[in-house]
């Protein structure tokens, strides 16, 4: 059986934090779904088109990471997609007590898929997409912080 894997997120943007979540994970699945995630309660500073463009372009040469857009509940989605796992990235412990509940209601729902947790690499432990759009607001250096395509763009 094919393991399929949904990374679930608003993704505005997408950080290095996230990518080092999708390249670590890129040899325990055979097909990872990012999920860039419609959420009415937001407003994101980035078009919904605009973050799938730039996942796209990072993973042009991946074959495995596709890119869809969702709306509703993950678990949903992971029927429609055929993923048997969700992938999140753990920051701190704070993280982890806030995505265990997520994932026990997500298994609550359907038992028959499992939440998958990856800390982050240390250096993006603090990094945090909300933070990001702040240093991008008030004109700082996102180097560090995002894609080189992303950066890029935003640049020109």
């Known amino acids: 059986m094919k393991r399929i894997c949904l990374f679930p997120g608003t993704f505005d943007p997408i950080t290095l934090g996230h990518t080092?979540?999708?390249?670590?994970?890129?040899?325990?699945?055979?097909?990872?779904?990012?999920?860039?995630?419609?959420?009415?309660?937001k407003t994101p500073m980035f078009?919904?088109?605009?973050?799938?463009?730039w996942i796209r372009e990072?993973?042009?040469d991946r074959?495995?990471?596709?890119?869809?857009?969702?709306?509703?509940?993950?678990?949903?989605?992971c029927k429609e997609i055929g993923?048997?796992?969700?992938?999140?990235?753990?920051?701190?412990?704070?993280?982890f007590?806030?995505?265990?509940?997520?994932?026990?209601?997500?298994?609550m729902m359907d038992e028959n898929i499992e939440t998958i947790f990856l800390s982050c690499s240390p250096r993006y432990s603090t990094l945090?997409?909300?933070l990001v759009r702040d240093v991008l607001r008030y004109g700082g250096d996102a180097s560090q912080l995002l894609p080189?395509?992303?950066?890029?763009?935003l640049r020109s």
């Open 63 to 77: 074959p495995k990471v596709k890119v869809i857009s969702y709306e509703g509940l993950t678990v949903k989605t």
């Open 20 to 41: 080092d979540i999708i390249d670590r994970s890129l040899d325990l699945f055979d097909e990872i779904v990012v999920g860039v995630g419609v959420n009415s309660a």
């Open 97 to 107: 007590e806030y995505e265990k509940a997520i994932a026990d209601v997500n298994r």
């Open 148 to 153: 080189a395509n992303i950066l890029r763009q």
């Open 83 to 95: 993923a048997q796992f969700i992938l999140r990235g753990i920051r701190s412990i704070g993280d």
């Open 128 to 130: 945090a997409s909300s």
């Open 47 to 53: 078009p919904l088109e605009q973050r799938m463009e």
């Open 58 to 60: 990072i993973y042009s």
